[in-house]
T-cell receptor
Framework: NAGVTQTPKFQVLKTGQSMTLQCAQDMNHEYMSWYRQDPGMGLRLIHYSVGAGITDQGEVPNGYNVSRSTTEDFPLRLLSAAPSQTSVYFC?????????????FGSGTRLTVV | KQEVTQIPAALSVPEGENLVLNCSFTDSAIYNLQWFRQDPGKGLTSLLLIQSSQREQTSGRLNASLDKSSGRSTLYIAASQPGDSATYLCAVVRATGTASKLTFGTGTRLQVTL
């Protein structure tokens, strides 16, 4: 089924470890974004990409890296995990020239840093 | 900076009741507004998308309205059912700058009781 696929669904990390959250879409969407969701704070934008090879920072980028080597994939890297990065992470995508189609979200990755 | 507010934060209604969820935003220069549903521990499901040129959208028992001039949107749910219990989020895409950013409200947690 076409959509946004995130892996893993759950992850526990120790402080200082690094890891990559994967996001892939098969809808040929140009726009892709990463959000984190924390209780009482809603979803906040971490990084986004308007196309392959182009990325930019969102509202809360510190501690995260992204790259966009292909249209389909937009991985999010945690360089040195901290307990403050315990959250649920969502990847989203949309067309660039058809903003009226709205956004499609993945099912999320629940990350716990101990 | 765009700010999105949803009131109330939580709502409990008996089955069969009609209800209205509110969403307000500070910057009226938007491409569109999207309403999502989120079930506990799950991802976001898109419910309705309203373009900036539209006044309302309907899907089944759901009706969303948009008033850009006042910076408000409402989601009307008719004849509520226990299966409607979830968190409802609204999000706006600004019309200025890159259209890859959604700004979310903090959501309204709805419980429909038997």
């Amino acid at each position: 089924n076409a959509g946004v696929t995130q892996t893993p669904k759950f992850q526990v990390l120790k402080t200082g470890q690094s890891m990559t959250l994967q996001c892939a879409q098969d809808m040929n969407h140009e726009y892709m974004s990463w959000y984190r969701q924390d209780p009482g704070m809603g979803l906040r934008l971490i990084h986004y990409s308007v196309g392959a090879g182009i990325t930019d920072q969102g509202e809360v980028p510190n501690g995260y890296n992204v790259s966009r080597s292909t249209t389909e994939d937009f991985p999010l890297r945690l360089l040195s995990a901290a307990p403050s990065q315990t959250s649920v992470y969502f990847c989203a995508s949309s067309y660039s020239y058809r903003v009226e189609d709205g956004y499609t979200f993945g099912s999320g990755t629940r990350l716990t840093v101990v | 900076k765009q700010e999105v507010t949803q009131i109330p934060a939580a709502l409990s209604v008996p089955e069969g009741e009609n209800l209205v969820l509110n969403c307000s935003f500070t910057d009226s220069a938007i491409y569109n507004l999207q309403w999502f549903r989120q079930d506990p521990g799950k991802g976001l499901t898109s419910l309705l998308l309203i373009q900036s040129s539209q006044r309302e959208q309907t899907s089944g028992r759901l009706n969303a309205s948009l008033d850009k001039s006042s910076g408000r949107s409402t989601l009307y749910i008719a004849a509520s059912q226990p299966g409607d219990s979830a968190t409802y989020l609204c999000a706006v895409v600004r019309a200025t700058g890159t259209a890859s950013k959604l700004t979310f409200g903090t959501g309204t947690r709805l419980q429909v009781t038997l």
